[in-house]
């Protein structure tokens, strides 16, 4: 079956950006896409992406699991199939503590589920937690975050949401509630800003007239809407790794990752007596 050469154009750019990346979701795909001018950024074109990585997929184009969908996931019940198998997972999930020798506790906060996954593979080695609002975090979100950071004093959050009107006031909407609850942590956020679109030559689109934040965020930046998506992967992943380690000792989390190899290594040898 024969297809159209825009549409094959599209499946054999998006097979480069997800061979260099995956998996990704079909709206970082788009959006890398956009990035790189292949396409311009409206609804129909997000359409057109979809059904050609349908396509790429169903033809053995682009491998079925370079493309995730983080929302349809099935939520299944942990089995093992003995206790063997089970004390690997046991080893596996073993963490010390690395902020019991941090002189501030960070933490990580994200606008949008669909870019979690890039942002968990690179904290999990740092045991940051990731928060993901997707959108403006609820109250009940806000109020746990306040019960973690007490009056906040010594927690940093690193923010990196949407550079267009709401993406910048949730920062400080963000600063605001935990306020409410006497926590004022230092707030940072890492991207999407100004100087990245500017510097990386990213595609803007106009702000939606219906946000009420609109005016305030054109008198201020002009009338330029970026989403993170749109922010090339490597400067994304590097972005992420450069705050992280501006903001933590190090040494001390070098000296916690080989206390917890030695202990994963007596735990090992404890299991394999009791098993």
Known sequence: MSIHKKTQALIDTAYVVLEANHPMTVRQVYY?????HVIENNRGRYQSVSDALVYGRQNCIIPWDWI???LRRPRQVGMWSDLGDFGTTILSAYRRDVWASQPRYVEVWLEKDALSGI????????GVAL????GYDGWDSIRNAARRYGNGDNTTILYFGDFDPSGEDMVRSLRDRLG??????????????LDDIQRYNLPPDNTKKSDTRRKKFVDQFGD?????DAMPIDVLKDRIKTEIEAHMNLSALAATLETEDRERLALESLM???I
Do not use: T, W
């Open 32 to 36: 890398q896409l956009v990035s790189r």
């Open 68 to 70: 995730e969908d983080r």
């Open 119 to 126: 942002f968990e593979d690179i904290l999990n080695h740092y």
């Open 131 to 134: 928060n993901v609002g997707r």
């Open 224 to 228: 330029v809407s970026v989403e993170l």
């Open 180 to 193: 409410f609850f006497g926590c004022r942590p230092s707030i940072r956020k890492c991207a999407l800003n």
């Open 272 to 274: 394999g007596r009791l």
